[in-house]
C-alpha cells in the first residue's frame, strides 16, 4: 500500500513542484517586465532644464537696473516656467532677490515677481512680453532664445516700472 501510495503522490508532487516552479518563473518575469517598464519610463522622462542669464531693467527716466535670472522649465509644462533672479549692484553684490513665475498668454506672456525690500518686507509686481504672432512657440523656447538673441518686455510694481531686456548665457558678452 504504501508503494502505492507513493507512487500516487509522487506525480502529484512533482507536478506541483513543476507549477511552483513555473509559477516562481512567470513572477520572475512579471517583476523584471515592471521593473523594465518603470525605469524606460525614467529615462524617457527629461528632467527640468535650467536656463540662466542676465536681465537690465528702467525704472522711470534715468535709474538702470541690473541682476542675473535663473528658470526652470519642463517639456511637460512649455508654456510656463518659474525661477529666481536677483539684483546686483554695480560691483556685482547682490542687492536683493527674489522669484517670479510666467505663463504664456495668447499675446505673449506674462508673469510676477516677488521679493523683499531692504526693511524686509514682501513687495510684488509684474511683468509681461508681447510676441509677434501667438503661434511663436513655447515659453520654454522663447526663454530658451535669449542664448542667441536679447528678449524684452515691461515690469510694474506700484508706481514704478519700466522696460527690461533678457540677455542667455551662451550671448557674447555675458558674464556670470
Known amino acids: 500500500m504504501d508503494e502505492k501510495r507513493q507512487a500516487v503522490e509522487a506525480p502529484s508532487r512533482g507536478r506541483r513542484s513543476r507549477v511552483a516552479a513555473g509559477s516562481a518563473a512567470a513572477t520572475r518575469a512579471f517583476l523584471l517586465a515592471i521593473v523594465f517598464l518603470v525605469s524606460s519610463c525614467a529615462w524617457a522622462k527629461k528632467s527640468p532644464e535650467v536656463l540662466r542669464g542676465r536681465w537690465t531693467a528702467t525704472d522711470g527716466p534715468g535709474q538702470i537696473l541690473r541682476g542675473t535670472w535663473s528658470a526652470v522649465v519642463t ?48 513687495i510684488s509686481g509684474t511683468w509681461k ?20 538673441k536679447i528678449v524684452d518686455g515691461h515690469w510694474q510694481y506700484d508706481d514704478h516700472g519700466g522696460n527690461w531686456w533678457l540677455r542667455g548665457s551662451k550671448l557674447p558678452g555675458y558674464k556670470p
Request: aromatic share 8%; no cysteine.
Open 75 to 122: 517639456s511637460r509644462k512649455p508654456d510656463a516656467a518659474q525661477g529666481y533672479w536677483n539684483m546686483l549692484s554695480a560691483d556685482g553684490q547682490i542687492l536683493g532677490a527674489g522669484r517670479w513665475s510666467a505663463k504664456k498668454t495668447g499675446h505673449g506672456w506674462q508673469g510676477i515677481w516677488k521679493a523683499r525690500d531692504g526693511a524686509h518686507r514682501p
Open 129 to 148: 512680453a508681447d510676441i509677434s504672432s501667438p503661434g511663436d512657440g513655447t515659453l520654454a523656447e522663447m526663454l530658451k532664445s535669449t542664448a542667441s
